[in-house]
């Protein structure tokens, strides 16, 4: 059973920066592809930026050259390196298996507000 706790969360300005951590409980995380999603108030939930077992990344549109997803399979965890944030940016941001999360792997998520 894979536990996903993440944090790093919090309330900053447009054009600020935040670096959200997932730390994965289990031995099997090295070889799962993980993903940052967000979910905003009244919108569905969307995948973020992406990363394979190997270091391949992706990106949504919306975040690409701002948001940076990284891992250390050794910790078991991966960042979100985000940079120039946008009041759009703001919403719950959850780690999961990517491209298709598991439905019991969902953490309690970190909250991010951007606002001035």
């Known amino acids: 059973q894979v536990q996903l706790v993440e944090s790093g969360g919090g309330l900053v300005q447009p054009g600020g920066s935040l670096r959200l951590s997932c730390a994965a409980s289990g031995s099997i995380f090295s070889i799962y592809a993980m993903g940052w999603y967000r979910q905003a108030p009244g919108k569905q939930r969307e995948l973020v930026a992406a990363i394979t077992s190997g270091g391949s990344t992706n990106y949504a549109d919306s975040v690409k050259g701002r948001f940076t997803i990284s891992r250390d399979n050794a910790k078991n965890t991966v960042y979100l390196q985000m940079n120039s944030l946008k009041p759009e940016d703001t919403a719950v941001y959850y780690c999961?298996?990517?491209?298709?999360?598991?439905?019991?792997?969902w953490g309690q998520g970190t909250q991010v507000t951007v606002s001035s």
């Open positions: 999961n298996a990517a491209p298709r999360p598991d439905p019991g792997y």
